[in-house]
């Protein structure tokens, strides 16, 4: 379950704040009494073997999936039923394999900042070229259809749109798993150099692990 309403985070100095959280799925735990603190800035890496529950973190985050018991607490401000949907416009999401939909790159891109909520972010896609050319993603992309674009450049798609929505916290499940050694990095250092942003990452090659200013196992923060 999420904090009751009126609950008191224990930091309100933390990005996200996970409080002994427990999750499990037909009766075999997956989270087992989880802590983790991430601090505005901080770029952490989670890593550990395969049904850790790494990528159970990003979505509890996000209010996709509820936690048994256990706190969440996103920019000092305990999440709960009623407001998870107010919390998720702080949150960029990026997957393994984004769902972008159809039409052109430039249609998918341009697509968020049509709706409401975003509607005052759409001069950020004045940087659009920069980000494009940081990622190494040519120009003639943006009238291409999407469907066509390989793994990598999808995920690089999916990575330019959640830079340019403009979210304090960013979360990344294995989002570089596709690109090679070169656009990796290039991925890799631009969230390096972006200071206020704080960043948890899912991820299980080294080659993404030198981005991280903490990598943290989970083995080792779950309390038992």
């Known amino acids: 379950m999420l904090t009751p309403e009126g ?27 989880l802590h983790l603190s991430i601090f505005p800035g901080d ?12 990528s159970t973190v990003l979505r509890c985050i996000l209010g996709i999936v509820m936690p048994d018991s256990g706190t969440i607490t996103i920019l000092g401000e305990p999440v709960t039923r009623h407001n998870i949907w107010q919390k998720r416009r702080h949150i960029a ?3 393994q394999e984004p769902d972008l939909g159809a039409g052109s790159v430039k249609e998918v891109i341009e697509t968020p900042f049509s709706y409401r909520a975003n509607a005052g972010l759409r001069d950020n896609l004045a940087r659009l070229p920069e980000i494009m050319e940081r990622f190494n993603l040519p120009q003639p992309l943006l009238d291409k259809q999407i469907t066509r674009l390989s793994g990598g450049e999808k995920q690089r ?19 570089s ?9 290039a991925v890799a250092d631009y969230f390096r150099q972006a200071g206020n942003t704080t ?7 080294t080659e993404w692990l030198g981005f991280a200013t903490r990598v943290v196992d989970m083995n080792e923060i779950q309390k038992t």
């Open 199 to 205: 960043v948890l990452s899912v991820a299980h090659d």
């Open 7 to 33: 609950m008191i985070s224990n930091d309100s100095n933390t990005a996200v704040e996970l409080d002994r959280l427990y999750l499990s799925f037909d009766g075999q735990p997956v989270l087992k009494n």
């Open 43 to 54: 770029k952490v890496t989670l890593t550990g073997p395969s049904g850790s529950g790494k």
């Open 177 to 185: 798993s596709a690109l090679d050694t070169k656009n990796k990095q």
């Open 93 to 95: 999401y990026v997957a």
């Open 157 to 175: 798609v999916a990575l330019t749109i959640a830079i340019l929505l403009d979210r304090p916290i960013v979360l990344l499940d294995e989002a």
